[in-house]
Nanobody, 119 residues
Framework: QVQLVLSGGGLVQPGGSLRLSCAAS????????MAWYRQVPNNPRELLGH???????SYKDPAKGRSTISMDSVANVGFLQMNNMKPEDTAIYYC?????????????WGQGTQVTVSS
C-alpha cells in the first residue's frame, strides 16, 4: 500500500514563502512524476506545476516565475516552494504522483493541506 503524505501549509504572511513536502511511503515502488495542485471552494482543482523523475519541471501561470518544484528520488519526497505569496493564493494544496509498484502504475493523491495567506 502506497501513501502520499503532504506536510507544510498553514498561515503564510503576504509576501512570504510557502514550502510543502509530499512524501511517498509503502512497499516497493518508484515515483514516475509528481504534480502540485490547489483548489479554492466551488472552483476546479488548478494545476500549479509538474516534475518528472528525471527532474524536468513545468509550471502553470499561478506558479510560474515564483515557484520551484523539486524531488528527491532517493528519499521519494517532492517539494513545492512558492514565493511572494498573495491572499489570492489561499487554497487547499495537493500533491499527486504517478507511482509504479509491483501491481502496475497508479495515480496517488496526498491528503491536501490548507494554506491561508493573511497578515
Amino acid at each position: 500500500q502506497v501513501q502520499l503524505v503532504l506536510s507544510g501549509g498553514g498561515l503564510v504572511q503576504p509576501g512570504g514563502s510557502l514550502r510543502l513536502s509530499c512524501a511517498a511511503s509503502g512497499s516497493t515502488f518508484s515515483i514516475n512524476d509528481m504534480a502540485w495542485y490547489r483548489q479554492v471552494p466551488n472552483n476546479p482543482r488548478e494545476l500549479l506545476g509538474h516534475i518528472t523523475n528525471g527532474g524536468i519541471t513545468s509550471y502553470k501561470d499561478p506558479a510560474k516565475g515564483r515557484s520551484t518544484i523539486s524531488m528527491d528520488s532517493v528519499a521519494n519526497v517532492g517539494f513545492l516552494q512558492m514565493n511572494n505569496m498573495k491572499p489570492e493564493d489561499t487554497a487547499i494544496y495537493y500533491c499527486s504522483a504517478a507511482i509504479t509498484t509491483t501491481r502496475g502504475t497508479l495515480n496517488y493523491w496526498g491528503q491536501g493541506t490548507q494554506v491561508t495567506v493573511s497578515s
